[in-house]
């Protein structure tokens, strides 16, 4: 069985994560030492969030048919080979946010609201451990109890509710008034072969 472990950078998320997964009485929040020197890492925030979106649908899979039929076209043209790679570095990929990326498949949302939605959230970015080499250059360090504070749940609550009420809107603009999407869709992106540009943070047509 393959072994996989998540963790993240920063202390607040990892302190938000434990009180509001763990017990209220006892959240734990484990402190590691990463050695990094010769580990191959992908960080997919510098390659574009389709690539991010590609890695997260062949992971999770959709929950609607019509979602998957176009996620499994953007797997096809998006998703980077990461089978060389030790980490993955990433948005945290949270099972309440996964509407977000099938109002994208849906093409209910362009990649820039993507992006912004994620970010809204305050998930953080996730750093995944994939490879025995991995392991092999992780220590555990201590670890301290954190408490549950109503305001993170208050402010965690606060954010999925103004995510929900947004795509609320989107779905009764585009049902009712016939919005149109603009910018980068699912659909648009899987009928032109996209190439992200690192340097200026943006997708232009290949032309092919």
Not at 68 to 83: A, H, P, Q, S
Request: with cysteine; hydrophobic share 40%.
């Amino acid at each position: 069985m393959e072994m996989v472990f998540y963790t993240t950078e920063y202390e607040e998320c990892a302190r938000s994560w434990a009180a509001l997964n763990g017990r209220a009485d006892q959240a734990v929040v484990n402190i590691y030492d990463l050695n990094i020197g010769e580990l191959k890492i992908l960080d997919l925030n510098e390659c574009g969030v389709l690539a991010w979106i590609a890695e997260v649908v062949a992971n999770r899979g959709t929950n609607q048919d019509s979602a998957n039929i176009i996620g499994n076209r953007l797997v096809e043209l998006y998703r980077l080979d990461t089978k060389d790679y030790d980490i993955i570095k990433g948005y945290r990929a949270d099972d309440s946010y996964t509407q977000v990326i099938e109002a994208f498949l849906l093409n209910q949302i362009n990649i820039a609201e993507v992006e912004r939605l994620f970010y809204k959230g305050s998930l953080g970015n996730q750093i995944f451990l994939k490879s025995p080499k991995a392991f092999e250059n992780i220590q555990w360090a201590g670890s301290f109890e954190t408490t549950y504070h109503e305001e993170d749940v208050t402010a965690d609550i606060r954010a999925r509710r103004e995510v929900n009420k947004f795509l609320s809107e989107r779905m009764k603009g585009i049902l009712l008034d016939g919005y149109a999407v603009p910018g980068i869709t699912a659909q648009f992106a899987v009928q032109n072969r996209l190439v992200y540009r690192k340097d200026g943070e943006f997708y232009e047509k290949t032309g092919v």
